[in-house]
């Protein structure tokens, strides 16, 4: 006996081929050709659109990030923690200054002199032209002193805790000795907490003006 195919399966199948045939050619035909490229601009568009608003939100916050500039600038102007003075060499003189004077405040005597006391701006090179980039110099000086440890730690704090602010960097102990108390002030021969021989950097932070080194 022959055997025919069912018309209704036949037609099913016919109208599955032409869906298919029809998808393949909309997805080779519109799709990547036409609708592709409009739902990628369409994505560029709305990008744009977000970027436009936060450079609006950005724009107008401007008179307000001007005064928050203003307010800066001024506290820069006026913080204590600058060296005030318009120049290296005259920065310099007030840091050895400075340290004379907070020496003689400690009323040490020969139990706390300054040896040494030289201006250092640097090696040069690399570093020191970023250094110039900068909006602050820094204005250091090479300190040799013999002290003893009592008066040094005053030593210490009275130079880091003033105004404008200094700092201490490089501290090295070169020597440390004993020293017999001075006749009157205690029984012959007994030692003091010591003499200690150091060397450190003291510096602070000059602004430059605006138009470059000063």
Request: with cysteine; hydrophobic share 40%; charged share 25%.
């Amino acid at each position: 006996m022959r055997l025919t195919p069912d018309a209704r399966h036949g037609r099913l199948l016919a109208v599955v081929l032409l869906l298919i045939a029809l998808l393949l050619g909309y997805l080779g035909g519109v799709h990547w050709w036409f609708v592709a490229p409009l739902m990628k601009s369409r994505g560029e568009m709305i990008d744009l659109r977000e970027e436009e608003a936060r450079f609006r939100a950005i724009a107008q916050q401007r008179d307000a990030i001007r005064e928050a500039l203003g307010e800066v600038r001024a506290f820069e102007a006026g913080n204590p923690g600058f060296l005030v003075e318009a120049n290296f060499d005259l920065a310099a003189s007030a840091l050895i200054q400075r340290l004379q004077e907070q020496i003689d405040t400690l009323q040490a005597g020969d139990r706390c002199a300054l040896v040494s006391r030289t201006p250092f701006r640097g090696t040069g090179g690399s570093g020191r032209a970023a250094e110039s980039d900068t909006p602050f110099e820094k204005v250091t000086i090479k300190v040799r002193m013999r002290c003893e440890m009592e008066f040094f730690g005053l030593l210490m704090h009275g130079l880091e805790s003033g105004s404008p602010q200094l700092f201490v960097a490089e501290l090295t102990i070169t020597g440390r000795r004993g020293a017999p108390v001075p006749q009157g002030r205690g029984p012959v021969g007994v030692q003091q907490q010591g003499y200690l021989d150091t060397a450190f950097d003291l510096y602070g932070y000059l602004r430059r003006s605006a138009g470059g080194k000063k």
